[in-house]
């Protein structure tokens, strides 16, 4: 069997250490994602309002739960078109003991009768949350904001700022695909970030 490519594994910043020397030896930008940096107060404000106002709005079937009631399996395929996460990572994150892995009560998995049709995984690192995977999926445009808005309410309800200690949200997606998520953060007052790169190199 022959390798096509190496890649090297962290998204790097323009100004990182690490880009020089691996230019130098043959990598190139493979692929970019940019991310968004959202005041925790200002979301959690806003999605309260939001839910309050479409409660309504929201289809009789749909219901959002903490992925600790499930199994990665759930979601993979659903999940794998956005093309945010490997699926030995998810999985990976997905395990209660994992160091760096997605909070299991504020990650959520939203459910049209037993059918996911949303999904918002997210990691803690000190006050921020990290938003690894947000994708809803329906076949209605405004079903899909109603999406957001419920997955959000969902960590809203848990991890109100000033008990949580969570003051900033960090989204990140795909400097080409799945835009959504920058409509979403910039709807959302957010501020966008440098962007960030996955280096390769063909063997």
Known sequence: MRIGSVQYADLLLD????????????????????????SGQESWTRTMKLAERMRDKFPPAWRTESIRQHSPETILDFIEPCHLMPADEVRE???DDCPYGFEMDLS???F???RPVGVFLMRRVQDMLCVDVRMVQTWNRLLNSLGNVALLY??????????SGIFRLQFRGGEIEHRETANLALRMGGIELPSRHIFSRTL
């Open 154 to 163: 969902h960590t809203a309800v848990r991890a109100e700022p000033a008990k």
């Open 15 to 38: 100004h990182s250490e690490w880009v020089p020397p691996l230019k130098e030896n043959g990598f190139a930008v493979l692929h970019s994602e940019r991310f968004f940096e959202v």
């Open 93 to 95: 994150r997905w395990r």
């Open 108 to 110: 959520s998995i939203l």
């Open 112 to 114: 049209d009768g037993a």
